[in-house]
């Protein structure tokens, strides 16, 4: 989220699921980062919703704050 100022999900299931001997294990611990890399919201290990509201204008002020972009041009020339 950091590097790319760009908003990151991460989604994870809970629960299990069994497929012939195997057993998955699914914990949760869904994030949401902002362009900033700032944790915003968090879900645990039991059943919730994550409902937000995120801003393209927030992703290009980021991407201006930090620059990255344009340090990558410059080092790719």
Same mark, same amino acid.
């Given at each position: 989220?950091?590097?790319?100022?760009?908003?990151?999900?991460?989604?994870?299931? +809970? =629960?299990?699921?069994?497929?012939?001997? #195997?057993?998955?294990? #699914?914990?949760?611990?869904? +994030?949401?980062?902002? &362009?900033? =890399?700032?944790?915003?919201? @968090?879900?645990?290990?039991?059943?919730?919703?994550? +409902?937000?509201?995120?801003? @393209?204008?927030?992703?290009?002020?980021? /991407?201006? &704050?930090? =620059? #990255?972009?344009? +340090?990558? /041009?410059?080092?790719? @020339?």
């Amino acid at each position: 989220a950091f590097v790319h100022n760009c908003y990151i999900l991460r989604a994870n299931r +809970i =629960g299990e699921y069994k497929e012939d001997d #195997f057993s998955w294990k #699914f914990y949760g611990d869904s +994030i949401l980062a902002s &362009a900033n =890399g700032e944790l915003l919201n @968090h879900l645990g290990n039991k059943e919730e919703l994550m +409902i937000v509201d995120m801003s @393209h204008h927030e992703v290009l002020q980021a /991407r201006k &704050a930090w =620059g #990255f972009r344009e +340090i990558l /041009r410059k080092v790719e @020339h």
